[in-house]
């Protein structure tokens, strides 16, 4: 059974370059705004969801509204700079994801079909080698490696 070659990618060396230098672009511009938190304080961080999302408007609402209840610890303009950041960077997240997402589908397909031709040849080396063809034992020794168990 021959397999299908769904994808023939070549992508032009300009073309990757120019791609490449939109997003170091990218990167850089959001540099100032961008945080990297460890993985511990991720845990322990409280987390907006969807489900979270409209609790946090309603507040924000009502510390318009009725303003007499707002704590004297509550500094109710940093919680509407770290909203509004938080809905315009979900945006550009949302955007990327999906990039990302179709991304790694791409990389995964070429490097599927790119593997089970490698794996073509190298059962051709092997059959060759059991066979005695010239050649043959000096590339499958040197392939096999790859699946002796350790």
């Known amino acids: 059974m021959a397999n299908e070659n769904v994808v023939s990618i070549q992508m032009d060396v300009k073309e990757l370059e120019a791609v490449n230098k939109k997003v170091t672009e990218i990167k850089k511009a959001l540099q100032p705004y961008l945080i990297a938190l460890k993985p511990v304080e991720r845990q322990k961080m409280m987390k907006m969801s969807d489900k979270t999302l409209p609790f946090v408007e309603k507040v924000m609402e009502y510390t318009r509204s009725t303003p007499e209840f707002i704590p004297a610890f509550m500094q109710v303009e940093e919680m509407n700079i770290d909203f509004k950041a938080m809905e315009d960077l979900r945006q550009i997240y949302r955007e990327v994801e999906q990039l990302c997402k179709n991304l790694d589908d791409t990389i995964m397909l070429c490097g599927s079909e790119a593997y089970a031709t490698a794996l073509a040849y190298y059962n051709a080396v092997k059959q060759a080698n059991k066979m005695n063809v010239p050649g043959a034992k000096s590339i499958y ?8 168990k350790k």
């Open 141 to 148: 020794e040197d392939l096999s490696v790859r699946f002796q």
